[in-house]
């Protein structure tokens, strides 16, 4: 069974830092494209950063250079370093995981965690 758990959530005053965490088990880590989600109330989920199975890291523009996502393979972990954080950043922060065999642009595996809130207030 697939399980992926987010830790490292809380309440921070802006400008301040968190670290979140992304523990998978139950799949080949190493094979999976990682990213991590946000949604606020009343909003869409978005996409924020992904780390694919590569290592090529993508970024949201409204988190570039405050953001930084890295990953562990040997401990199955994906990281969400978070930097000068701002109000605008409050949300649940979910991961994923997607697996693309080679030459296809669907995933034919995709997992989600149960998500992490992150609120940004004085």
């Known amino acids: 069974q697939v399980h992926l758990v987010e830790s490292g959530g809380g309440l921070v005053q802006p400008g301040g830092s968190l670290r979140l965490s992304c523990e998978a088990s139950?799949?080949?880590?190493?094979?999976?494209?990682i990213g991590w989600y946000r949604q606020a109330p009343g909003t869409q989920r978005e996409l924020v950063a992904l780390?694919?199975?590569?290592?090529?890291?993508n970024y949201a523009d409204s988190v570039k250079g405050r953001l930084t996502i890295s990953r562990d393979n040997a401990k199955s972990t994906v990281y969400l370093q978070m930097n000068r954080l701002k109000p605008e950043d409050t949300a649940v922060y979910y991961c994923n995981s997607r697996y693309f065999p080679i030459g296809v642009t669907v995933p034919a595996r995709e997992h989600w965690g149960q998500g992490t809130q992150v609120t940004v207030s004085a």
């Open positions: 139950g799949i080949i880590f190493s094979i999976y494209d």
């Open positions: 780390i694919t199975s590569g290592g090529n890291r």
